[in-house]
T-cell receptor, first 115, second 110 residues
Framework: EAAVTQSPRSKVAVTGGKVTLSCHQT?????MYWYRQDTGHGLRLIHY???????EKGDIPDGYKASRPSQENFSLILELASLSQTAVYFC??????????????FGPGTRLTVL | GDKVKQSPSALSLQEGTNSALRCNFS?????VQWFLQNPRGSLINLFY???GTKENGRLKSAFDSKESYSTLHIRDAQLEDSGTYFC????????????FGTGTSLLVDP
């Protein structure tokens, strides 16, 4: 059974503060992803990684950094949190074979409120 | 424009009836995933598809890469089917990234 956990599950941050969201997977997957979901919308990709110590920009990377210190862990960092970054953040992991990935498995999400 | 368009955006069903959800792609999709986001916010994997069809209980999904669409059929809808259904496509030359649709909000009434 796929297992992706996220911490914290919810957080309130102040504008201009630093926020770190953490993700841990026990699937032995190479790929990890960070998405954000705004109310009433689908998920949008922020950053992803296919190997430890390397990250790639997704579709909406501005204002976010990512860190992949090990295969199991992937963090999303907001150096200067802004009101517009209030959202639910999801982490996911997947395996990959050739040029197509296997299905992505998602964590429970982190609800971030920036005040 | 939207690369993955879902329809309808919202749907209300009576328990025991059938329905179909659809995704149209303006990208060259190679694989499609369908998820259910339950009222608690969790994303539940329903299907992972290469071109073709899959069936799981009361759910059946099809992906036609040539015509650039995917469908999700729900048979004998139950109350627990309520939630938001998302399709997501992986496109050729886009790496291992999913592009999500905006979802279909489904409410099943007794």
């Amino acid at each position: 059974e796929a297992a992706v956990t996220q911490s914290p599950r919810s957080k309130v941050a102040v504008t201009g503060g630093k926020v770190t969201l953490s993700c841990h997977q026990t699937n032995n997957h190479d790929y990890m992803y960070w998405y954000r979901q705004d109310t009433g919308h689908g998920l949008r990709l922020i950053h992803y990684s296919y190997v430890a110590d390397s990250t790639e920009k997704g579709d909406i990377p501005d204002g976010y950094k990512a860190s992949r210190p090990s295969q199991e862990n992937f963090s999303l960092i907001l150096e200067l949190a802004s009101l517009s970054q209030t959202a639910v953040y999801f982490c996911a992991s997947s395996d990959a074979l050739g040029r197509s990935s296997y299905e992505q498995y998602f964590g429970p999400g982190t609800r971030l409120t920036v005040l | 424009g939207d690369k993955v368009k879902q329809s309808p955006s919202a749907l209300s069903l009576q328990e025991g009836t059938n329905s179909a959800l659809r995704c149209n792609f303006s990208i060259a999709a190679t694989t499609v995933q369908w998820f259910l986001q339950n009222p608690r916010g969790s994303l539940i994997n329903l299907f992972y598809l290469v071109p073709g069809t899959k069936e799981n209980g009361r759910l059946k999904s099809a992906f036609d890469s040539k015509e650039s669409y995917s469908t999700l059929h729900i048979r004998d809808a139950q109350l627990e089917d309520s939630g938001t259904y998302f399709c997501a496509a992986e496109g050729s030359n886009m790496g291992y990234k999913l592009t999500f649709g905006t979802g279909t909000s489904l409410l099943v009434d007794p």
